[in-house]
């Protein structure tokens, strides 16, 4: 199977999300223009990207929620389970590793790494924290191969340059900056005061700009 597309990847995600809120409320089934207007797509969008997770529903009672969010979770997590390193325990890495504690028992944060010495050798939020001078040896051992950058700006290329040379393939990066790594690297940014400017903006100009602009 070639590999897809980041979008569609982040829509499986998103379908996951949403397909667990309607469990909590108590929904049995959904058809893909209910999941659709959802997730803010179209009807057959929904269902060529369940096309690529091999689940089909049925024509009279649309998906099984549960079969369904079992289905994309098996094509999404490592059956094994997949470790992630944090870099950078300050207030925002504090306020991830509180909010990924037990959400994701496929995916979770497996060590954090700082170069405070008084954060280093603590358990937070139930995360070990390291120094950075351990993070080669720590990430090798534990096979990490995906990590969350949360360091000033000054320090992201450098922390970046290093994972990538303890093996890691994958980097969500919470600075704001632009990492200069090899193409095989996955890079996420994640800019929340570019976001933050984008939603003020709008809220100026109205949602109807934005679209008749997009």
Excluded: W
Excluded at 96 to 110: D, S
Excluded at 112 to 130: L, M, Q
Excluded at 180 to 187: G, I, K, R
Excluded at 197 to 211: C, Q, T
């Amino acid at each position: 199977m070639n590999a897809l597309s980041d979008k569609t990847v982040g829509r499986l995600s998103l379908y996951r999300r949403l397909l667990n809120g309607l469990v909590a409320d108590g929904v049995t089934h959904v058809y893909s223009h209910q999941l659709a207007v959802l997730a803010g797509g179209t009807a057959a969008q929904v269902r060529r990207d369940m096309m690529a997770v091999g689940y089909t529903g049925s024509p009279k009672r649309g998906y099984d929620i549960r079969e369904l969010a079992q289905s994309i979770g098996a094509f999404m997590d490592a059956p094994e389970g997949q470790g992630v390193a944090l870099i950078g325990v300050g207030n925002l890495g504090r306020a991830i590793l509180a909010y990924f504690a037990g959400r994701r028992p496929h995916l979770a944060i497996q060590a954090a790494f700082d170069a405070d010495p008084y954060k280093a050798n603590r358990v937070i939020h139930g995360c070990h924290c390291y120094p950075m001078t351990e993070m080669d040896t720590i990430a090798a051992k534990a096979n990490i191969r995906t990590a969350i950058i949360a360091v000033p700006a000054t320090e992201a290329q450098a922390v970046a340059a290093k994972l990538v040379r303890a093996g890691v393939r994958g980097i969500l990066n919470f600075a704001p900056i632009r990492l200069h790594l090899p193409a095989e690297v996955y890079v996420e940014d994640i800019d929340m005061t570019m976001s933050l400017e984008k939603v003020a903006y709008f809220s100026r100009k109205g949602r109807a700009e934005k679209e008749v602009n997009s």
